[in-house]
């Protein structure tokens, strides 16, 4: 007997919709998801033999440390303490401890601290992700240190997985890690978000292990980036290193696809909104003695004004670029002198590569000239702080300044921007934001500038300092309703969510190349099996495509085969075609 069936997408779409909805409870209650990034979101450290942990800073910790903390995630990641400086009593220790956080850790030799992190990864990959290609170094010792580490990070998942995990892994110092994990379980749900940007092909073709790196981060089901123009980037030379074929958002591998997406990453909107409320109720005797020093300046002359500049101590940061066009507004406008002052928090960050240490020098001998050539008995212009800080101090200095002035060279996202806004709590308040941050694709409504170019920075400082207060509301209301929306949690979902839909996609759409082994397997099982229910596809399959659907017609020796295997007793032959019956009765009148 053969059997008809009419393709019913639409009705299908139901399905998935339910099948989306059991795999979520799935994940809830049996799977884990598990994190890995190069550094759990801890900083331990030890004196005399004690331990402390803290959250550390950063933009990926900070993120997706509210996904972790919402259970039934496992993060495996980096301590931060090399192998060197453990012994079996304090690993113990370290250990136990992070049992309580839900991590688990990956263990470094100094060495491969050396070559893999500070590196391949911050002295090859970095720069030239974010185009400083005059950075970068490639050394071949750094990429067999950095295969090798990634290789330890799959043994660490794969020793921690079990039947049902989705891994989700994140970053620049590990893409290698989807393909040694698919290598070892051919069967799991790997997702990979990039955080900084991927660069065009020009630039990425520089890098001499090109071909390994693609393919490593082609072993996940869905590649996530910040932007749409990274995506592009990425596709860009897949399509031209690797020749694949790409079919929209999908690659097309020969057993399975790989979706590749943009998920804006958000901040977690409320939390930072709260901070900023509840920092407003705090009594005289309450708030901290940055704060007090920050009153002193606010409360010296209601106009004056404090600029808010943020960041990792990063060449990506354009920190330089920023105090030299703070040093042009106050020349070009003089009668800002003594009214306006730049805060700056440089967080210390690798500072044992080459260049971090000369940015440093750099920082410290520009806001010393700086200071020295305009400061006054009762003013100095910058007022910078090159540490690490509470999170209650950044909401001092959230809270406290009139502008952010936020302005990398080049930067994944930046969540600096985001966060600044979420605390205007009375809507007051002007974002400057550069054009080449990812953020600046959704926030539009900041003053946005090219931080390359110092008087068009300057200029864009007094158009901050001078915006009307209605003019700051109406910009503020709009931002904030997107990044309330769009926040931390939406962005972590939407790429669950996406990783999900992949594993649907790809048990109906998984092929396998029929060998002669594969042949035996299927002739035997034919033969065993007490009913048979054979399926065929009808055009581009029993038939060629044709330009004219209606002479699409199977050719006699398909239909003899069909008919043959129609008449074998217990079988039955299924056709499967969107096209109309009665097409079908005239071609198939006779079987
Ligand atoms: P980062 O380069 O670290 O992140 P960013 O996105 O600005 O940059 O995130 C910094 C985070 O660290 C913010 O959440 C901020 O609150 C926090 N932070 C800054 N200073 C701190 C301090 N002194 N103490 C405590 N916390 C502090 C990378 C990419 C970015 C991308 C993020 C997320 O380079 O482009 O936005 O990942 O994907």
Redesign the pocket.
């Known amino acids: 007997m053969i059997i008809l069936i009419n393709f019913f997408l639409k009705k299908n779409r139901y399905l998935i919709e339910i099948l989306i909805l059991l795999i979520l409870v799935d994940i809830f209650k049996m799977s884990k998801l598990i994190i890995v990034s190069n550094r759990l979101p801890l900083n331990i450290t030890i004196e005399n033999d004690l331990l402390s942990v803290s959250s550390s800073?950063?933009?990926?910790a900070?993120?997706m440390r509210s996904v972790h903390d919402k259970g039934g995630s496992l993060w495996i990641g980096w301590s931060g303490i090399e192998e060197e400086n453990l012994d079996l009593n304090l690993n113990k220790k370290i250990n136990n401890q992070l049992v309580n956080e839900n991590c688990a850790s990956v263990s470094l030799t100094k060495t491969e601290v050396n070559d893999f992190y500070y590196g391949l990864s911050n002295k090859t990959l970095w720069p030239l992700f974010h185009y400083f290609t005059e950075f970068s170094t490639f050394d071949n010792n750094q990429w067999e240190s950095y295969k090798k580490v990634n290789q330890k990070f799959a043994d660490i998942v794969i020793s921690n997985l079990t039947d049902g995990d989705r891994v989700w892994v994140h970053d620049y110092q590990l893409m290698l890690l989807p393909s040694m994990i698919r290598k070892m379980n051919p069967n799991v749900t790997i997702g990979f978000f990039l955080?900084?940007p991927f660069p065009s092909y020009e630039i990425f073709r520089i890098f001499p292990w090109r071909e390994e790196l693609l393919n490593g981060v082609l072993g996940s089901d869905l590649i996530g980036f910040?932007t749409y123009d990274y995506e592009r980037h990425f596709m860009s030379s897949v399509k031209r290193l690797l020749r694949l074929n790409i079919n929209f958002n999908q690659i097309v591998l020969n057993d399975r696809n790989v979706t590749v997406d943009t998920f804006p990453?958000g901040?977690d909107y409320d939390k930072f909104w709260n901070a900023a409320q509840n920092h407003h109720k705090l009594k005289n005797n309450q708030v901290s003695d940055l704060q007090k020093q920050l009153n002193l300046h606010i409360d010296s002359l209601p106009s004056n004004k404090l600029i808010l500049s943020?960041?990792?101590l990063?060449y990506?940061k354009g920190i330089v670029n920023r105090i030299l066009a703070f040093e042009i507004f106050l020349e070009t406008y003089p009668q800002y002198k003594e009214k306006v002052r730049l805060v700056m928090?440089a967080?210390p960050s690798r500072s044992d590569v080459p260049q971090y240490k000369k940015l440093k020098r750099q920082t410290d001998e520009i806001v010393g000239r700086v200071n020295g050539k305009f400061s006054t008995v009762n003013w100095t212009p910058i007022w910078y702080f090159y540490?690490?800080?509470?999170?209650d101090n950044?909401i001092d200095l959230y809270t406290s300044s009139d502008i952010a002035m936020i302005t990398p060279v080049r930067?994944?996202?930046?969540?600096?921007a985001k966060?600044y806004v979420s605390t205007r709590i009375f809507k007051k308040g002007v974002l400057i934001l550069s054009e080449m941050?990812?953020?600046s694709q959704e926030m539009n409504e900041a003053i946005l500038v090219n931080p390359n170019d110092l008087n068009s920075l300057a200029n864009s400082i007094k158009k901050a300092v001078e915006m009307p207060i209605n003019d700051q509301i109406t910009r503020n209301n709009i931002l904030q309703k997107r990044l309330k929306r769009y926040n931390i949690h939406k962005w972590a979902n939407d790429f669950m969510s996406s990783l999900l839909k992949t594993e649907i996609q790809s048990d109906s759409i998984k092929s396998i190349v029929i060998g002669i082994k594969e042949n035996k397997k299927i002739i035997s099982s034919f033969k065993n099996a007490k009913n048979r229910v054979l399926f065929f596809d009808y055009d581009g399959t029993l038939v060629d495509f044709n330009i004219n659907p209606a002479l699409a017609k199977p050719s006699n020796k398909i239909l003899k085969y069909l008919e043959k295997l129609s008449m074998i007793p217990n079988t039955h032959v299924v056709i499967n075609s969107g096209r109309d019956e009665a097409f079908f009765r005239k071609i198939f009148w006779k079987l």
């Open positions: 800073s950063g933009g990926l900070t993120g955080h900084i910040h990453m901040i943020i960041d990792r990063d990506t928090l967080v540490r690490s800080m509470s999170f950044l930067d994944g996202m930046n969540l600096v966060e941050a990812g953020a």
